[in-house]
C-alpha cells in the first residue's frame, strides 16, 4: 500500500479509500444477481458495512448506526414527529463528528474519515423519516415531491438498513429516496418487467461515466501542481497585481472542482451498472434510456453557467434537489412567494452539512448573495424585448461574466476553510465578488423592469 501510494501521490489511507470507492462498481454490479428481495436487502447492507470497514474502520459503522437508530425509532414511536426528530438529532451528530474529527484539515493534510459517508448517510436517513410523517397527510395541499415520495407504510428493519448502507451511493452519493430504492429492489415502477420493454442495457451508460472519471482525474493531476492551495499564502501572490490575483483564483477553484467531477463519476458508474440510476425513457419518437437518478455533476453546465441560478442544477445535484425538497420548500408558506431568507436558511443547512469551518459558512452564504444577485440580472433579461438583441446578449454576457467572478472568488473559502485565509484571499482582491453581488441587489430595487401587459381577453378569463 505504501508502495502504491507513494507512486501515485497521495497518503495509505487516501490509497485505500479510493481502492474500495472503485470497488462500489463491481459490488453494485454483482447486486444485479442476487435472487430474491430480502437477500437483495441484506447484500446492500451487508456489502456497505464491510467496504466502509475496509476504508474506515470498524469505528465508522459504529458512527453510522446512530443516526440510523435514532430515525428508525422515531418512524416506529413518534411517528408525526418522526420527521423533525430525525433532522435535529442526525444534525446533531454530524455536527459533533465534524467538530470531533475536524475533518476539512484532516483531508487537506491527505487524511481521510468516515464523515463524508455521515453526511450521505444523514441525509437519507432524515428524508426517509420526513416522508414517513408525511404519510399521515392528505394528498390534498401537498406539492408533488411529497405526493411522489410520501410512505404509507413503515419499512422493515432490514429495508431500511440495506436503504441506508447501500453502497453504491454509500460513500459519496447520490442520495436517492427510500420509495426509489423499495420499486427497484422489488422490480415495480419503472423497473417493473414488461413483455414490451425489458429494461435498458447499463453498460454503454457506465462506461461512458468510467471515460468521464478517468478524463477529470487526468485533469486534476496535471492542474494541480501548477495551482496548489499553499500559494495564497507565498509572497509571490501578495507581489502579483489584480488581475492575476483573480486569474489564480479563477484556476483554483476551476483545478479543486475535477476532483469532485471525477468522483461523482464513479458513484455515477456505480449507480447506473447496479440498474438504481435508470429513471425512465425519454419522450422522443425512439425512446432512449434515462440515467439521470444517478447524476450529480453536469460539468459543461458549472463551467458555462449563464447564472449562479442555474448552479445548484448543474452541480451536486441529488444533495440540491434533497435540500430543495425538504428544507427550501418547507420554509415557504402557503400562498407566499419564497425569498432572500428562505434561500440564506437553505444555503445555511448546507453549510452546517458540510461542516462547521469558517470557510464553508462564508461560501454558502456567498451563494446566497450569488444568487439572488443573478435573479436580479435574468429579471432584467426577461424585461428586454425580443427586437433589442443587443442588449439582450450584454446582459446574457454579463450574467455569465458574473458567475464566473463571484463563483470562484467565494469557493476560495470552500477550499482553505480557515476564516483568516478566506478574508486574506478576499481581500487580496478587494472583496470584489461581495460587493459586486450586493451592488445588484440593491439596484434591483432601484431599477425594476416593467411588467408584461396581459392582452384584455386574457385578464377577463382570469
Request: aromatic share 16%; net charge positive; proline share 4%.
Amino acid at each position: 500500500m505504501e508502495t502504491m501510494a507513494a507512486a501515485i501521490g497521495v497518503s495509505v489511507p487516501v490509497l485505500r479509500f479510493l481502492l474500495c470507492f472503485v470497488a462500489t462498481i463491481p459490488v453494485s454490479y454483482g447486486w444485479r444477481f442476487v435472487p430474491g428481495n430480502q437477500a437483495k436487502h441484506l447484500y446492500a447492507a451487508i456489502s456497505g458495512a464491510f467496504l466502509s470497514y475496509l476504508a474506515f474502520g470498524a469505528s465508522s459503522n459504529l458512527h453510522f448506526l446512530i443516526p440510523m437508530a435514532v430515525g428508525y425509532a422515531s418512524m416506529r414511536l413518534l411517528r408525526r414527529y418522526a420527521g423533525v426528530v430525525t433532522f435535529f438529532a442526525g444534525f446533531a451528530y454530524l455536527i459533533g463528528c465534524h467538530v470531533y474529527y475536524m475533518s476539512g484539515d484532516a483531508w487537506k493534510e491527505g487524511g481521510i474519515d468516515a464523515t463524508g459517508a455521515l453526511m450521505v448517510l444523514v441525509l437519507k436517513v432524515i428524508s426517509c423519516a420526513i416522508n414517513y410523517s408525511d404519510g399521515l397527510l392528505k394528498e390534498e395541499g401537498l406539492r408533488e415531491a411529497q405526493k411522489k415520495y410520501r410512505l404509507v407504510h413503515c419499512p422493515s428493519i432490514i429495508e431500511y438498513v440495506g436503504y441506508c448502507l447501500c453502497c453504491g451511493s454509500h460513500f459519496a452519493g447520490p442520495v436517492f429516496e427510500m420509495k426509489d430504492y423499495l420499486e427497484w429492489t422489488e422490480n415495480k415502477g419503472i423497473w417493473a418487467y414488461s413483455k414490451d420493454k425489458s429494461l435498458p442495457s447499463p453498460y454503454v451508460a457506465t462506461l461512458r461515466a468510467l471515460g468521464q472519471a478517468a478524463i477529470c482525474m487526468g485533469l486534476y493531476l496535471y492542474l494541480v501542481p501548477h495551482h496548489p492551495l499553499s500559494r495564497f499564502n507565498e509572497p509571490v501572490y501578495s507581489e502579483w497585481g489584480f488581475w492575476q490575483r483573480l486569474r489564480y483564483q479563477y484556476m483554483s477553484g476551476f483545478t479543486a472542482r475535477w476532483k469532485y467531477y471525477f468522483i461523482w463519476s464513479i458513484s455515477e458508474a456505480s449507480v447506473i451498472i447496479s440498474g438504481l440510476g435508470f429513471s425512465g425513457w425519454s419522450d422522443s419518437s425512439h425512446p432512449k434510456p434515462k440515467w439521470d437518478r444517478a447524476k450529480n455533476v453536469d460539468i459543461l453546465g458549472v463551467e458555462l453557467a449563464t447564472s449562479a441560478v442555474q448552479l445548484p442544477l448543474v452541480w451536486n445535484i441529488q444533495v440540491s434537489t434533497w435540500l430543495r425538497y425538504y428544507v427550501y420548500e418547507r420554509l415557504i408558506q402557503k400562498g407566499r412567494k419564497p425569498g432572500f431568507l428562505q434561500l440564506l436558511a437553505t444555503q445555511t443547512v448546507s453549510a452546517v452539512w458540510h461542516g462547521l469551518y469558517p470557510g464553508y459558512i462564508i461560501f454558502f452564504v456567498q451563494s446566497a448573495l450569488m444568487i439572488s444577485g443573478s435573479r436580479v440580472i435574468y429579471r432584467w433579461q426577461q424585461a428586454v424585448s425580443p427586437n433589442n438583441f443587443l442588449l439582450g446578449k450584454i446582459l446574457t454576457l454579463a450574467n455569465f461574466a458574473y458567475t464566473l467572478l463571484v463563483l470562484n472568488y467565494s469557493c476560495i473559502g470552500f477550499m482553505v476553510l480557515s476564516l483568516q485565509e478566506t478574508l486574506a484571499s478576499y481581500k487580496s482582491v478587494y472583496f470584489i465578488g461581495t460587493i459586486v453581488p450586493i451592488v445588484f441587489i440593491l439596484l434591483g430595487y432601484v431599477i425594476k423592469p416593467a411588467r408584461t401587459v396581459k392582452p384584455k381577453t386574457l385578464q377577463k378569463s382570469q
